[in-house]
């Protein structure tokens, strides 16, 4: 076991985890809980490209409405309002590192780099490098991150559960290594970027997709705070999902209740969990 002193644990390296690091790293020391597998993730596989206002003939109302259609409902209207005022400045910051974004030459283009649109955008918005705007986000953010003197990158781990102090607050992550064994990462304040759960699906568009195994540590970390003295390792996926078949350990499917599940990545890499249900 580890007890070194992390200030900012970041768990997961794609392009959340990767621009939080950049963003946090001029002020704290951050460690960046990243996998190799992490370059087989959905960030170097976006294709499309990144929606924002760019153009001067568009607008951020028509944007934001454009989203809450597409979301039929199920949009937080702050979140998306607050996402798509942020959409311009961060696409700045973005060529201020170098993403390689196409650029548009033509006589009468209103903005120097090609707007494409798409799905339910009623506009020319999203920027885009070639068709392969992922991966061209994360070779320039990645190159960015290794530079940077303040992030420390641990590739050789998994996360499996979060570590609490006496009050109950998160306080770092606890991590197999490749030979399975549990490693802990100490930290102030951890942020989990580790994606969605579509790897719970039987179809994704996602080669290596995330099964949501963030959303299970923060659920299980919650759960063991009303119940002191559980250690907080994930041990069941606390998810009802009546029409959605889920995983099971053979690669078959199952539904409802998910017990004893374990991050499917985490078999994947070929580690069996430290602890199951009630055993640890
Ligand atoms: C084929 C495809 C095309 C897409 N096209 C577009 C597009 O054109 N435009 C667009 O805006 N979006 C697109 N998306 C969606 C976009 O890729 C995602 O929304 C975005 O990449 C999510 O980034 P993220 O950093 O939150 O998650 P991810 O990129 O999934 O990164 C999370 C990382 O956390 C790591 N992780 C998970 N659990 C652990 C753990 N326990 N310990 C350590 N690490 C862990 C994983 O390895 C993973 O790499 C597309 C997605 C796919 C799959």
Redesign the pocket.
Known sequence: MSHANHDVLI?????????LALEVADQRGVTL???A???????????????AVLSPSDDIEAHIQDTLVAGDGLCDEAAVRFTVEQGPAAIEWLLGLGVPFTRDASPGADYPYHLTR?GGHGARR?I?AADA??RALMDTLKAHVAAHPAIHIRDD????GLLQDGAGRCRG?R?LDAAGRRIDLPAHDTVL????A?GLYRH????????G??ML?AAETRRHADEPGVPAVPSDLPLRSPGHPLPDQRGGTRRGRATAQY?R??LHAGHRPACRTGAA
Not at 37 to 43: E, T
Not at 193 to 196: I, K, M, N, S
Request: hydrophobic residues 35%.
């Open positions: 768990i997961g390296g794609g392009v959340a985890g990767l621009v809980l990243r996998p597998s992490d370059d087989r993730g959905a960030s170097r596989w976006a294709q499309g490209g990144i929606a798409e999203i885009h705007t992922g781990l998994t996360a499996i992550a991590c970027a580790t994606g969605g579509s994704t568009t996602s080669p290596q997709p995330a099964s195994e963030g540590m991050p990545r985490t």
